[in-house]
């Protein structure tokens, strides 16, 4: 079943862009802003300036990005200064909650 999200003529161009990559060997971009990059043992890397994310795949990188963060600063990412507005209420309304 085509997905309703995309367009039909879309579809047809994504599946010919994928049968292309089926015969090529992935190139792993690095940004090079990337401070301590993973390595990758069994696939080839390359220092890149991406222009978003931290990790992508040659051919793809203007569509495919993956940005790694720490667990902290994935959570402050997604909900900004909200914890501590959350935090700093809980401790206001009820002091036997407040962060020791």
């Known amino acids: 079943m085509l997905s309703p999200w ?3 003529i879309q579809l047809f161009r994504l599946w010919r862009s994928l049968g292309d990559l089926a ?11 990337e401070q301590t990059p993973l390595h990758f043992e069994h696939l080839e890397s390359r220092l890149a300036t991406l222009q978003s994310g931290d ?3 040659l051919g793809v990188q203007e569509s495919f990005a993956v940005e790694r963060k720490t667990t902290q600063d ?4 997604c909900i900004g200064d909200t914890l501590q507005e ?5 401790s206001h309304n009820n002091p036997g909650t407040a962060k020791q």
């Open 6 to 8: 995309i367009p039909r």
């Open 23 to 33: 015969d090529a060997s992935p190139v792993v971009l690095i940004d090079s802003r």
């Open 55 to 57: 990790y992508s795949v």
């Open 74 to 77: 994935l959570v402050a990412c």
């Open 86 to 90: 959350i935090e700093a209420c809980l």
